[in-house]
């Protein structure tokens, strides 16, 4: 599935910030020592292993943040399968630019690849179900936007992107609140009507007063055993859009779709994803 890239505008501020971290205040000296001025080369970003593509967009821009003659040119799309040893992006230009915007690059590529490759495993666990496989805020702070997109490039969808997106009632705001009517109550009375709502509960009670009160678009239905799962979506039959989350695994998430859920979230899309390997060859 091919999805839009974001405008290089969005991006531009967080892998220049990158860059300026990796450059320091005086540049790569290390480059500026050992390459003569004016050497050309052409380099290849290759997998190393097999991947979900992801953060091509951001590589490529790193590169032409540093120096904007380079020749970029990227052989896969974000979102694309690619095996061992295929050439993912080949840059031509500058030996100096390309050495000092390749850790950069990398470091994007490899995580979001990582995401995205973890991203499409847990999707493959779910076919034949209508559940989707969703992210959690639960990301690096300052990489939310390149993160999600890479769940998008797995086969995933995204949840919030912030706290402003959209209503969620969490357990602590319950807590807080006095109880799920009063949490219901107060959005029913206060909410603007394009605001999507949705409550998190934990056992079946709580679900049946959510049903009753009203008020919620969604309800997440915290680290419950797939029977309870079942008897839950039984309950819900449809009035609300149905979320699992909690003990969300390559090995548990089959089960969990079996349930009927419309959505399983995952924070360790985000969190515990394992860095692909990926290597630029001169």
Known sequence: MSHAALPDLILEPLVRAALMEDLGSYGDITTRTVISSGTTYTARLNAREDVVVSGMQVAGLA????????DVSAFVADGDTCSKGDTLMEIRGSAASILSGERVALNFAGRLCGIATQTAALVAETRGTKARITCTRKTTPGLRIVEKQAVLHGGGFNHRYSLSDAIL??????????????VLEATKATASHMMKVEIEVDHLEQLAEVLEVGGADAVLLDN???DMLREAVAMIDGRLVAEAS??????????????????????????SYRTMDLGLDF
């Not at 009632?169 to 009063?182: C, E, F, L, M, Q």
């Open 224 to 226: 419950m055993s797939p």
């Open 169 to 182: 009632i969490k357990d602590n705001h319950i807590a807080a609140a006095g109880g799920v009517r009063a």
């Open 246 to 271: 909690g003990n969300v695994t390559r090995e548990t998430v089959a089960d969990i779709a079996a349930t009927g859920v419309d959505y399983i979230s995952s924070g360790a899309l985000t969190h």
């Open 63 to 70: 590169f032409r943040l540093v120096d904007p003659t380079l």
